[in-house]
């Protein structure tokens, strides 16, 4: 094993015990136990390389393919894999064919920054994919957070991981606390609480300047929605106006649309 710095005919081969290493972080007990998450892909790995000292190891199938990110990892222990060990580290049918195993810092609520502005929470939001894309549209409209509330797919599901394209190392996602003490975190930051669904004020009904305010979004579950109990514990129910045949916005779709609208006004706002 070694660093990048040690040239590529320098690369050992991954071990098997390395590889068995890694296959354990596709499973959350794996993740847990180890303290660590697996990252795949290159725009992933890139974003990772932001804080080197979280990583454990890297993990890439060709050195000169990989070159321009490897010259960022300066001092990181670096290993070649061979097509077969990819395959079975990767997550993907088409690998990039470079990973990453993090060591997972979790964020709790008290992390989140004081003050924030934007942010939102993911009440049993259980699909890795749209979880990961929250994730990524969060980071995109300068949210200060995601919460992915008791009952969600964790933020380091390799798929949640890949689906944010790299924002998990953008922002602090927390994992774990209930709706209501996400809620009440909320609260305590002086943020108003939208829910979004069907049903609610339009969104194009609210004058800018309620959107301006901190806020934070509640986005429900992609097969029932949001809890019963919910509508008790937010400001207003919002729902996304629609002028065509659809009759849904899929969650990371609708995430997307509230978290631009409030970004918009809180930006128009400061403007």
């Not at 064919?97 to 939001?125: K, M, N, W, Y």
Request: proline fraction near 5%.
């Amino acid at each position: 094993m070694t660093d990048i710095h040690g040239g590529p005919n320098a690369l050992a081969p991954i071990s098997q015990a390395q590889v068995r290493s890694a296959r354990r972080l596709h499973q959350r007990k794996g993740r847990q136990a180890a303290g660590e998450f697996l990252v795949e892909g290159t725009q992933a790995v890139r974003e990772a390389l932001a804080d080197p000292e979280q990583i454990r190891l890297l993990i890439v199938d060709d050195p000169g393919r990989h070159r321009e990110i490897l010259a960022l990892a300066t001092g990181i222990p670096l290993v070649q894999a061979g097509q077969r060990e990819i395959a079975q580290l990767a997550d993907t049918v088409t690998s990039q064919g470079i990973f990453a195993i993090v060591h997972d810092t979790a964020a709790r609520l008290e992390d989140l920054p004081s003050g924030s502005r934007l942010v939102v929470i993911c009440a049993q939001v259980r699909d890795p994919g749209n979880a990961g894309t929250v994730i990524r549209c969060a980071d995109a409209f300068g949210a200060d957070g995601v919460i992915l509330t008791h009952g969600s797919v964790e933020r380091t599901n390799p798929k949640t991981v890949r689906a944010s394209v790299g924002s998990i190392f953008h922002l602090p996602v927390v994992s774990g606390p209930s709706l209501d003490e996400a809620v009440s975190w909320a609260r305590d930051q002086g943020m108003q609480v939208l829910a979004a669904d069907a049903g609610g004020r339009g969104l194009d009904r609210i004058p800018h300047a309620e959107l301006a305010r901190p806020t934070a979004w509640v986005m429900g579950n992609e097969a029932w929605g949001l809890p019963a109990d919910v509508v008790d514990l937010v400001d207003e129910v919002v729902s996304i106006p629609m002028w065509g045949r659809a009759e849904s916005l899929n969650l990371s779709t609708a995430a997307a649309v509230c978290l631009y609208a409030t970004a918009s006004a809180q930006h128009h706002a400061i403007a």
